[in-house]
Structures are given as C-alpha cells and as structure tokens.
C-alpha cells in the first residue's frame, strides 16, 4: 500500500459528528505531523485573511471586521452549483498551496496526515497512500451533532444530504477508527494504527 518516496501521506476522513478532529488530534499526539485542511481555510477567511478580498470582490456583504461571515457566506453559494464553484476556485488553490508548504516542511517524516472533511467528495483520494475514516454509530452522530450550538436537526439533515454515506466511506476505506468507544480505546486504536502504517513505511523503504 505504501510504496512512494517521502512520507507516505494519510487521508482522515468522516462525516460530521463522527470525531474527526479529535482523532487527528490523537495522530498529532502520536507524532505524526497534520495538515488540517478546515483549519487553514479559517485562517485564510479570518481577519486579514489573504482570501477575505477575493471573496468579497466576488460575493459582496459576505464579509466583515472579522473576515468572512461564514454564514452569510453559506447562505449565499448553498445550493446554487455557478457561486459554489466560483468559491471554491478561489478555495482550493490556496489550499493546495499552503498542503505544497507543509510537505516541504515536513520532508523528513515517516507518515504525514491530511484531514481533509470531504476527501471522498471532493475526488481527493487519489492523492493519499491510505484512506483513515473515522466512524460511529448513526444515533451518535446524531447526539454529538445536534449538542453543538446552533445546530437544529434540519440543518444536520441538510449537511448529511451533502455527504456521502457512512457506510460508503467504510466501504472505501484502508482503515477505520471507530469512535463510538471512550477516548482512551480510541487512542490505543490510533496508536495502532500509526505503528502498523510505520511498520509498512519502513519496509517500503527497505
């Protein structure tokens, strides 16, 4: 599975509320150097951010003293396929610029993690040498989704229309985390897994 030169690249995926960030916090803690790919697109839509201006040149009022309003923003491109793409042509190339510097930065390690929300949806699987999807059971999800402020069932309904299937990301994935345990059976998971991928890294190198 692990056979490129440079560190062998993990994809973390999951549909919301299955505890995504917290695992890719647990990799962080196991030494493995993340690209959270949410993450720095915040930072470039906060204030000063670099894509605060083209934003607003393309979709005036969605942004503000604090960069973009991201619900303003929402409210503007959701549903409509032509403002949706014209965003994310000014989204991703920034994105894949700031992925470039981090692999540059991490050159010399063994394993490097994406977490990219959308990786099967976005067509970004190819780019990885293992796919992590993170799982648990739909009432779960449910629970820890619907505890978050602001968050209404019909919006969570909306957002799980958005993406794929639970069952087809497991179906699709190298490996899965279940996070439907405690945390400490989560991380003994990760710990794992990182030692297997390490394992297989260095044969690969061999």
Do not use: C, W, Y
Request: proline share 5%; charged share 25%; glycine share 10%.
């Amino acid at each position: 599975m692990i056979s490129r030169g440079g560190p062998a690249i993990i994809g973390l995926t999951g549909s919301i509320g299955m505890g995504k960030s917290t695992v890719a916090a647990m990799f962080a803690r196991a030494g493995v150097p993340v690209f959270d790919a949410d993450a720095e697109v915040r930072a470039m839509q906060g204030p000063g951010g670099q894509l605060v201006a083209a934003i607003e040149d393309a979709f005036p009022g969605s942004t503000g003293p604090d960069g973009v309003d991201r619900d303003a923003l929402g409210a503007i491109v959701f549903g409509d396929n032509t403002k949706l793409a014209t965003l994310e042509a000014i989204v991703h190339p920034a994105v894949a610029s700031r992925r470039q510097r981090f692999l540059e930065t991490n050159a010399d390690a063994d394993l490097v993690l994406f977490d990219i929300p959308l990786l099967f949806e976005r067509g970004g699987a190819e780019g990885v040498d293992a796919i992590v999807v993170v799982s648990a059971s739909p009432e779960q999800q449910r629970e820890r989704v619907l505890a978050r402020p602001g968050m209404t069932a019909e919006k969570f309904e909306r957002i799980v229309s958005l993406q794929m299937p639970d069952s087809a990301k497991r179906e699709r994935a190298d490996f899965v985390i279940d996070t439907g345990t405690s945390l400490s059976e989560t991380q003994a998971q990760v710990e794992r897994l990182v030692g297997q991928l390490r394992a297989e890294r260095q044969k690969a190198g061999d």
